[in-house]
Nanobody
Framework: QVQFVESGGGLVQPGGSLRLSCAAS????????IGWFRQAPGKEREGVLC????????YYADSVKGRFTISRDNAKNTVYLQMNSLKPEDTAVYYC??????????????WGQGTQVTVSS
């Protein structure tokens, strides 16, 4: 059974940092691109970042360039989202997902339950 479990969210002050984890089970993520997406209250879900099977990075949101990075640890079957210089507009539920392609396609077929990130003073 394919499953993602996101963790690492929480409340952080503007300018702070968080590292989100996306732990996969039921499959080996070595061969697949994994994307991070987010949904803010009252807004549609948007793509944030994606990492391909070859560890190439695709930014879906220009607003996070220079602040967010994505990485993967295949030995731990986990993908990470490092978020620095957080802003209130980064507040959202963050999800990881895949459509089992090796490249970043911008969509996901399998989703985790999400982790809440709140940036507020």
């Amino acid at each position: 059974q394919v499953q993602f479990v996101e963790s690492g969210g929480g409340l952080v002050q503007p300018g702070g940092s968080l590292r989100l984890s996306c732990a996969a089970s039921g499959f080996t993520l070595d061969y697949y691109a994994i994307g991070w997406f987010r949904q803010a209250p009252g807004k549609e879900r948007e793509g944030v970042l994606c990492i391909s099977s070859s560890a190439g990075t695709t930014y879906y949101a220009d607003s996070v360039k220079g602040r967010f990075t994505i990485s993967r640890d295949n030995a731990k079957n986990t993908v990470y989202l490092q978020m620095n210089s957080l802003k209130p507009e980064d507040t959202a539920v963050y999800y990881c997902a895949t459509d089992f392609r090796s490249y970043c396609s911008g969509v996901g077929d399998y989703w985790g339950q999400g982790t809440q990130v709140t940036v507020s003073s």
